[in-house]
């Protein structure tokens, strides 16, 4: 399927590695420039030299904290008009929210609600004025199914839900689309990080710990992050523009709902 998207532009945030990393490179393969974003220099340099030697597109590292004012001006000015824009960002911490003060909580804010909001604001009514915009929040599967441990990711991230379900809706017949993809659990770096960790609580090997998360699914796996990067792909092209404001789950069924 031709997604119509040779030559577009895109800013992907987060883009070093994991998920964000699978978006970009699925986006590149589709014909897309695109300018990457993390706070890693030499990780995201090395992510940006694969991916041109992947795909041949024009790839633009930008190390900075999107969470940042001067992150997000850093990005805007190696892509001031794009026409797609994939908002990510590391989750805050999990805990308990009794040990949570206020700037704890503000960091959580400033990465998960706020920053994709500043950007959004930034990019949207030069997409408005080129009458064709593919805006992507990349949340989680907590939005829909809350965890208590993650309760700033909880919080932070419905509040980003539900300012894009209003603003979704404004902009929709200009060709703009903003929508929400929320990923369960993917063979990340974080996910081997929280399986490392909750195997050596429990005195059992990582590949142990992993196996039994992918049993905890209907799917039986956890996901690949290529799945990830082509649902992305499939809400950024020119198909997609019927779809709006919608919270996309991909958890492998582990949210039990007969509807959404």
């Not at 904290?65 to 794009?82: F, H, Q, V, Y």
């Amino acid at each position: 399927m031709d997604t119509g998207l040779k030559g577009k532009r895109a800013i992907v945030c987060a883009a070093s590695k994991g998920l964000g990393r699978a978006c970009a490179m699925a986006l590149a393969q589709e014909g897309v420039d695109v300018v990457i974003t993390a706070r890693t220099l030499a990780t995201l340099e090395e992510t940006a030299e694969e991916i041109r030697r992947a795909t041949g597109v024009k790839v633009t590292a930008v190390a900075g904290d999107i969470s940042t004012e001067a992150g997000r001006a850093a990005a805007l000015a190696a892509c001031p008009e794009p026409d797609i824009l994939i908002n990510n960002a590391g989750g805050p911490p999990p805990g308990d929210f009794r040990d949570w003060d206020r700037d704890t909580w503000i960091a959580a804010l400033d990465a998960n609600m706020l920053a994709p909001i500043f950007l959004i604001k930034s990019v949207v009514d030069g997409m408005i004025g080129r009458r064709f915009g593919r805006i992507v929040n990349i949340t989680s599967g907590s939005v829909k199914s809350p965890l208590a441990i993650l309760g700033m990711s909880n919080g932070a991230r419905a509040g980003l839900t539900g300012f894009v379900a209003g603003l979704s809706r404004q902009v929709a017949r200009h060709n703009v689309t903003i929508n929400n993809l929320l990923p369960g659990p993917f063979l990340t770096d974080r996910l081997r990080s929280n399986a490392r960790a909750a195997a050596d609580a429990a005195g059992v090997d990582v590949d142990s710990m992993l196996q039994e998360r992918a049993k905890a699914s209907p799917a039986g796996r956890v996901g690949d992050p290529a799945e990830f990067g082509a649902a992305c792909v499939f809400l950024c092209s020119t198909y997609s523009g019927y779809i709006v404001g919608q919270n996309l789950l991909l958890d492998g069924g582990a949210f039990n709902s007969t509807m959404g």
